[in-house]
Each structure stands twice: as C-alpha cells, then as structure tokens.
DNA sequence: AATGAATGAGACTTCATTCAT
DNA sequence: CATGAATGAAGTCTCATTCAT
C-alpha cells in the first residue's frame, strides 16, 4: 500500500466508483461515520458490516482489505481537496487586475471552509490517519507540493508583482497560509466540533492574520 | 475510566510516580515511543513489553490495564500543561504596569512552545486521544475551562482596563488565543514534525496574528 | 462422493466431457495446472476462476462443487490408467509364443511411463489425494485389484506356464511390480521431477529389478 | 520460511525442544497426528487445539503460525534422516575389509527402514508438503546432497576401490539407491500403510534390486 | 517485584457456494 | 451459458488479561 502513489490508487478507486453497488456505498457510508467516532484501528469490520446490514464478507469482495476501505474513504476527499483551485474564480483573479489578494484569499478559505465542513468525518479520518502512519503523511506532503504547483505558483507570482505580497520563496508562503487554515480547521473541525463558531467571524480572524503575515502594507 | 475525573485519576498517578521502579519507567518511556509512532490502538503491549525488555504480566501488575497506562502517559502531561500560568513571571505581569499584552503573550507562546517541543511525542499521543474519545475531550474542556479560571479571568480583566484588549467576554478571547497556538502546535508537532521551522520567527507571527485578532490599536 | 463408486462417477463425467464447452476445458485445464502446483487444499475456486478467465459462479454451473472438478480431473486419468491393458500388443503377448516376459514387461513400463510423463499434473494430484482420502485410496486399491482381473490373470498365468515367473500368487506377483513401478514413477514425476532422468537407462533397471525380482532363471 | 536455510530453522527448533512444555508436546502429537491423516492443509489449527486440550492461542504462543508448527514437526525428523550415517557402523565398514557391499547396503535399509515406520505419520506429511511445496523440495534436494558429502562419498570410493560397485560417479550411484528406497518407502508407508508387508522379505527384494543396479558382478 | 504460560474473545480475511440477472 | 454480487461459516492469528510460580 505504502509504495503506490496516491494518484494510481485514487485512480483505481475512481473506477470502482462508477460501478458502486448500494451495499457498497453503503459501507463506504457506515466506515465513515464509525471511523470519525472511534478511530480506524478500534473499528472492526464486522462492526461495519452490522451497521451497514451487510456480510462481513461482503466489505472483503469489494475493497480487499479493510486498509483499502480507509483509503476509499480518504482518497477521494484528498484528491477533491485540491483541483477546486483550477475553478472559473482563480482564473478570473489572474485576469482581472482589481481582485486583491484579500478577495482571493476569502474566497478561497470560504469556499475550503465550506467543504471540510461537508466532510467533517472524512477529515478527521485523514487527520488521525496522518498522525499515525509515517508513509500518509509523506505522500500528503509531496500530493501538496507537486500537484497545483503550476497555478498557484502563477497566482503567487501574480500578487506578488502587484505587490501584495512580501517577497519570500512562494513555498514559505503558501506554507504559512496553510498552517493557519489547517491548524484552524483541526482545532474547530477535527477537536472541538461541538463548540460554536461564527463562520463569518473565523473567516475574517483567519483572512486578517494570513494577510498580516505575509501580505504587504500598501 | 470514563467516570472518574481527570484529577483524581491525575492524583492517583501521582502516587505511583514517587515509587516508580525502574522497569516502570522503562515500559512508560516505550509506551510514549511506540503510542506516539502508530497510535494507542495500534499498539499491542506485548510489542510494548518486548521492546521495554520485561514480561507481558509485568505491564498488568503495575498498570492494571491498557488504558491506565496509557492515562499514566497523558495526565501528568495535561496536569503540566496549565499550572505553569501561576508563575512567577505572570505575577509579575499582573503588578508591573509597564508589562504589555505582548510581552506577555509572547513570554506564554515561547513557554508553552518549549513545553510541547520537549513533549512531542505526549502531545501527539493527547491530540489523537482528544480526536477518537468524547469523553476524553470533554473533560479536557471543562479541564480547561474550569481549573486556572481565576487566575487568568484576573489576567484579562487587567489588560482590558489597561485598554490593550478588544471588549468581549474572556472566554471569546481565550478560545480565539488557543484555537491559534494549538492549532499550529498540532499542524507543527504532531502532523508534520519532520518540516523545519524557526521558532523566532514563528513565534513572532502567531504573536502578531492574536494581537491583531484580540488586541486593539492604540 | 466417498459412498459412490468411481465407475459411476467416471461414466456421469464422460457424458459430460464430450459437451464441454470451451470455458469448461479452460477451466480443467487451469485446476490441474494449480491443483499440481500447490495441491486441491491451497487452490481456491476464485483462483482459479480468475486464472480461467471466467466468472466464480461459471464452475459451479458446471461441476457443481469444488471436490466434484477435482474428480472430473482425477477419474479420466485413472480409467485411462489401466484399460489400455486391452491393447493389440497384449492380446499379441498371449497368443505369439515366442514373446518373453521381459518384451512384456519392458512394453507395459515404456507404455505406462510415457503416459504418465504426458500426464504428470494429473499424476502428482493424484498421488496427493491417495494420501489424503482415505476412501479414494481403498477405493483404487479395490479398482486396481478388480479391474482388470481376468485379463491380467491370464497374462501371468500364461507366463507361470511358460516358466517365466516365480510361482506365488498373481496378487503378489503384482503387487511387486506395482511397487517397484509407481514407486519410481512417484520419485520421478511427483517429487522429483526437475532432476535429468535417462528413460531408456531407468526402464531397463527398472525391468531387470522386477525381472530379479520375480523371473525365474532359465 | 523459504528464504531461512533448514539447518538454522532446526537448530533455533531445536532450542525451543528443550523447553517444551507439557501442553507444546500435547500439540505437536496431535498436529502429526491431524497432518498425517487429512493433510496439513486440511487441518485447523482450532481442531488441533480442541484434540490438543488447549486454547487455540496457546499454538500460536508458542509456535508462531501453522506453517511453523508445520516445521517444528519435519524439521527434527528431516535432520535426524541423516546424521545415522555417522554410526559406529559405518566406521566399521570402512575400516573392516571383509564387509561387502551388501552387508552395507542391508544395513542401511534395515536401519533406514526402522526409522520411517516409527515416523511413518512424519515421512507422510513430509512427503506431501514435498509434493505441494517448490521451496521445501529445493532445500531437501540440497540439503542432502551437501550435507553428508565428505563421508559417503568416501564410503563409495572405498566400495568402488573394492570393485564391488560401477564406475558411475557417486551422485548418479547415490540417486539410483535412492530412487529405490524411497520410492519403495512412501508407496509402503504413504499410500498403502494398511498393506501387509514382510519386512525380511522386502530388505532382501530392495538389496537384490539396488545391488544387480548398481553393484559389479565378481 | 517479576515472570511467562495460558487463555478465549474477537480481529481480519478467505472460502465454497448460491442466486437473481 | 455465463455472470458476479452476496453470503456466513470457518480459517489463521492477535490481543489484553490472568495466575501459578
């Protein structure tokens, strides 16, 4: 599992997709919810497998292994959790020249916020899944760097010439800005989720503070 | 487990760490490695025994179970991770009026850095504890929430006549430093701790970052 | 299947071997290649689905059960075992005085050792199962020591008459060939079978063996 | 497994021998006794441990895996299959001209022939996991034409100085005897062991056999 | 205090087989 | 004739825990 990159399996993942019977969705379902409430390793598959009104061996004639399971669940969440940035929005912020790169990063941490919160369970998954196996969290580190490398390096660079941003490498840049939304969004999604939090607010918090980091003063 | 409150819990701990032998020490020390490396779960205490070189029974004699030991891992941890506010120096805060919100903030960010940097691995194994049992959490928030209340309900009330902060309730303002400090700690030390970092520099930022968020422009 | 005798398994599978389709050889073609290599015991039927590119359920629809193919594998190659005792060759050795109970014999080891070593899968799986059934194996000992009985009674009485052969029951008699034979044949083709072997030198040892064994010195 | 050479297998086996307990003997028996009947494939480690009177865990303590209980079965009787040859016997023959061949020759196969029927179940099962296993059958083919080299083949250039044998070289000699015993033994003792055979009888039809083969007539 | 043999419940997984399509 | 989703019993193995020594 760990010498396979993330895109083959998401891959394979995506063809199983199509052809999802009920039973599997189903599962894929139950997993989810079992594995945000008590973790994948306290989870059995036959606990699933009650829950989901199925055989137990219906999870193995599908996903293989219960490794796999996890990795239905996971995959499909990390891969969504980035191309969004080839959306019509981005485009139009490299082309019109009065989008700010405060608007941009609203923008961007709204519509991010809105999606974690659609996949609260799936993220908490991954983020426990992170903390725990070593082979994850480098195929996550390097998904990140290479993948939109291409955009949003142009993007950066954008904003930089309009002189926006500070000028440092866009690595440190983009690693500042993804410390606060993620630290944030585990602290709120992954942690503490029954706490209430004033969207428009947190945004806000989170737009001032990245913009204070690494934007310049006009 | 569940019932029981942390500080009896914490105390009875207590107790035990005075007349800890050194095999006990040995399989706690393993314990925090191997919890720390691929979750409570997945951590069997046989692989524990063998690595701490003695008997699968002397685990249970000491410990009584599992789950104790792994309390006996993170209480004295959280128990650690508060009390330090009645030191001295925030005594200081409180009677030199020379002393900012900054400087104080600042002097927090860098002790409690240096706490959890020193603790890696523990603040690793409570992170993922906090994500997978809702009892755990919850008494960590009513933990948090209750215990240093005075003291720090007197910190804030002081800078807020000194008008160094914003005017809302002192749980808003708490949350909104924690939510910060600990979602970065989590994206620092327990997801991506192999990253280089430089603490000047990070500190600076999350200072600035809460000061803009909580603090108001003279 | 242990109460039903071979013959009427054997003649139930003849009929259907003359209608089988083309998925239905593959996959006897394919379980004799797997039942050979790791044993009936360690190949699943959804190996060998896979490996004949068929559906799980296909084998089922036409053998019925897992033990019922082993046996539609098995049978053809016993029955073929032995009839060809009937063969023109042999009518000639009763008939033409001059043949000797040597020709005889190094005819019958040539003929048998060729069709083993055209069937050597079939062989080997058959040599497991003897040792694993204990019905099977009473029921070819009770095959091989009926079968043919008349006929071979004949051939060796007519070499007693002759003063070709020792004077001790035909079963005995036979039953010292057989050894000698097959337990060649199980060191050659079923254990061993990636060791050079010499045909023409091993059937004239195996020949003058037997013939020491139980010819009579003219 | 298969990586591991036997001998290392064997001798870390045969640390654990020393140790065993009451309840390790208990299932060792009934494992040979399982094996030999059904097949090792056949058998289940929960009815080996119900026949044993122990928990099914208790195999597993102590034995690592079925396969290794497998091991701890053959391996000591694998090894044991050899070093005979080391007797005082032996010494004699070499050193005592009168000894012929023959007396050789009986001796080894009374001897040897002693031995597989007080292991008749072990030489059962060794010789179907030799049929069912690539990697086993490899290692055994090696394993005994290294490791008693030095002494036979001194044994057979003193034979062959005698004139008692053919100018073969000692391998194709060795095999030939070989082919014979063994082939002779797992058709006796593996597939028909409810035969009745005359021990006297049979030694003396295998030395005649083995001698008129490879032995030189004075 | 420490051991390690023993346990049995339960984990993940495989299997032969069935049945609606 | 052929499929492949679904099954649930059974298989191997792991686990936390106990207890006699």
Redesign the interface.
């Known amino acids: 599992m760990s010498a396979k990159s993330f895109m083959e399996l998401a891959i394979s993942q995506a063809k199983n997709n199509q052809k999802m019977t009920e039973k599997q969705q189903k599962i894929v379902e139950v997993a989810i919810e079992m594995f945000a409430e ?2 994948y ?2 989870t059995s598959t036959s606990e699933i497998a009650k829950a989901a009104g199925v055989a137990e061996g219906t999870i193995f004639k599908h996903f293989g292994s219960k490794e796999k399971l996890l990795y239905s669940v996971i995959l499909p969440f990390l891969v969504e959790s980035v191309p969004v940035l080839a959306d019509e929005f981005i485009q139009d912020v490299l082309t019109k020249p009065y989008q700010h790169f405060e608007s941009f990063l609203t923008a961007i941490i709204k519509n991010r916020l809105d999606f974690v919160k659609r996949n609260k369970e799936i993220f ?1 998954i991954l ?2 899944e ?3 196996r ?1 082979d994850l ?1 480098e195929q996550v ?1 390097s998904f990140f760097q290479q993948s939109p490398n291409q955009l949003i390096n142009n993007i950066f660079d954008t904003f930089k010439h309009r002189g926006e941003l500070i000028d440092l490498p866009n690595s440190t840049l983009i ?2 800005m ?3 939304i ?7 999604f ?3 989720p029954t ?1 209430d939090w004033d969207d428009t607010i947190e945004v806000e ?1 989170l737009v ?2 990245i913009l ?2 690494i934007g310049k003063k006009e």
């Open positions: 008590k973790g390793a306290s908490k983020v426990v992170l903390l725990n070593d969290r580190i690693r500042t993804l410390t606060q993620f630290g944030y969004f585990i602290f709120r992954a942690l503490f706490l918090h001032l503070v204070r980091g």
